[in-house]
């Protein structure tokens, strides 16, 4: 069974930054693609970014303009969101994901079959 947890939420100021982990565990932990989602309050929720562990594929939500590089360290089982030049529209609940469904790239969310439990963010002044 795989288990993800994300770490690093919190409250940012307009303009600053937060990284965001997400420690993936398993027996073994798939070699699938992972993915970063958000849920605005009210809103659906979008992916922000998808890579692969290896890094051959990247995928990025218009939304981020750049500024949300994805990025993924194989020996730690982590995946990362850095997150730069915040707004108050990127108020948001951050899930990661794995996908072991779907053969488009990057697919959307009912490819992604494992969760986990959202990190808040919170962009304000």
């Known amino acids: 069974q795989v288990q993800l947890v994300e770490s690093g939420g919190g409250l940012v100021e307009p303009g600053g930054s937060l990284r965001l982990a997400c420690a993936v565990s398993?027996?073994?932990?798939?070699?699938?693609?992972v993915g970063w989602f958000r849920q605005p309050p009210g809103k659906e929720r979008e992916l922000v970014a998808a890579?692969?562990?290896?890094?051959?594929?990247?995928y990025y939500g218009d939304s981020m303009q750049g500024r949300f590089p994805i990025s993924t360290d194989r020996v730690k089982t982590t995946v990362y969101l850095e997150m730069n030049t915040m707004r108050p529209e990127d108020t948001a609940v951050y899930y990661c994901a794995i996908r072991r469904r779907g053969s488009t790239w990057p697919g959307d969310s009912a490819d992604f079959d494992s969760w986990g439990p959202g990190t808040q963010v919170t962009v304000s002044s």
């Open positions: 398993g027996r073994p932990v798939p070699n699938a693609p």
């Open positions: 890579r692969t562990w290896a890094g051959d594929l990247t």
